[in-house]
Every structure is written in C-alpha cells, then in structure tokens.
C-alpha cells in the first residue's frame, strides 16, 4: 500500500471513530428509565471473583476433566522408524 492510500485509510478510520464518539450519547445512560431499578454494585473483590477467578476455575475444572477421560493411548509408530531390517539384505 503506497503512502496516499496508507493516509486516506488512517483518516477514513480516525473520521469514523471520531463520527461514533459524537453521535453516542453518554448522557443518556444516566437517565432512569420507567420500570427500571438496578440492585447495588459490586465489591472489588465480588468483581474479581465473578469475572476472572470463576472462568479460570471452569477452565481448570474442564480441562482436568478432559485430560482425565482421555480414554486415547499412546499409538504405536507405524512410520519407517518402526520397521526392522536385516544386515545384509538388499532392496530389490
């Protein structure tokens, strides 16, 4: 990509980004809506454990799992280094 295409990319990305932050209306989310009644936040600590500790236990949990049930043995190698030949034989 040559320098003039490089520069109408960079400003038609930086125009649209820009375009998006003034059209979205931050002020808005601090309006209540009718019917709405949000509960009360969470700690530090409730954040942490519900958003990071909870998928990594879940990862740990399903992969001990699927290393546990692996039912697959080691195969036998089947490839030229499992074949034995004689001395002294010849290809025909």
């Known amino acids: ?33 009718d019917g709405d009644d949000p ?18 236990v879940l990862f740990l949990v399903i992969a001990g799992l699927v290393m546990a049930l692996d039912k697959s043995h080691k195969k036998q190698d089947t490839t030229s280094s499992d074949i034995r030949t004689k001395a002294g034989t010849e290809a025909a």
């Open 1 to 33: 990509m040559d320098k003039k295409n490089a520069l109408r990319a960079g400003a038609l990305a930086a125009g649209t980004t820009l375009m998006m932050l003034l059209m979205s209306s931050p002020a808005l989310a601090l309006t209540r809506d």
């Open 39 to 56: 509960g009360k936040g969470l700690s530090v600590v409730e954040t942490l454990g519900l958003y990071v500790l909870t998928p990594v």
